[in-house]
């Protein structure tokens, strides 16, 4: 099956920041032109008895999951008819639910908090989960509405180190065309001593040792992972930056004028933990705008 046919999956539980996911994915999904699946997964036996009997052969939960799933889709047909809608509920953990479609998607999205999500906090558990897990991209919905309704026609990519940052160029290339809109890169990098500096990505890892007086570090990088792209897409207006100081907080201000940023992770072969460096998990909680999480295949 060919990548454009594989539809976009979107996690929905009802919930306001699901309806957010719903309005970003729909719109994700016309501009790839690809299927867009709402998707619900709900481990019904633990609410047994919590809803109400509906006098349906059906159990009441599984009628409340429809209900969901199929506002969803509703949401997702008004605001982009030209998308093709479907829907699926699945008796499972919503996290797992998800990432069973890793091989079979063309991404995932999902919100930034669920319906059972605590009102404090940043990000919830499955999105966490998912984020961290996925062999796909994965998209976290967050952010202000400018962010998430695409008003600022900048995709912002955070270049980590280089076995990792080729993928996720890839990925923000792709969506810098389909917008229409600039592409910044930046790669933030940490002076150790006098002499040396440090070359901190998105993920915080990999080193660069440089002298005080030559190319800032990061620059050939950048120059590495851009090249091919920028020659294939020479219209595409792109930004290359190297800051130095903490990768959190170069991104961080860098997504603040952003759409949409990307950044690379790293999958270890094997390891079914959560797999991201404590800069992707910071920006997770704290952008000002979606994440998209671009996994590195193991």
Known sequence: MMAAQLPLVVGVDGSDTASQAVDWAADEAARHSVPLLCLHGSLWERYEGALPDLGTDRPAEQVAAEDIVASAAARASAL??????????????????????????????????????????????VGLTVAARATCPVVVVRGTAAGRRGERHRVVLGAGDQDEVAVAAAFAFREAVVRRCALD???????????????????????RT???????????LLDDALRDFAEEEPDL????????????????????????????????????????????????HHSPCPVAVVPQPG
């Open 210 to 220: 440089v002298t005080p007086t030559g190319p800032a570090p990061g620059d050939r």
């Open 80 to 125: 982009r008819p030209e998308v093709k809608v479907t829907t699926r509920v699945v008796a499972a953990d919503p996290a797992e639910a998800l990432l069973a479609e890793c091989r079979h998607c063309f991404g995932i999205v999902v919100g930034s908090r669920g319906r059972g999500g605590l009102a404090g906090m940043l990000l919830g558990s």
């Open 185 to 207: 890169a930046v790669h933030a990098w940490r002076r150790t001593d006098g002499a040396e500096r440090d070359a901190a990505g998105a993920d915080g890892v990999g080193t």
């Open 237 to 284: 207006v792109v930004n290359r930056e190297t800051v130095e100081g903490p990768a959190r907080k170069a991104l961080l201000a860098a997504a603040a004028g952003a759409d949409l940023l990307v950044l690379g992770a790293r999958r270890r072969a094997g390891h079914v933990g959560l797999q991201l460096g404590p800069v992707n998990h910071a920006l997770l």
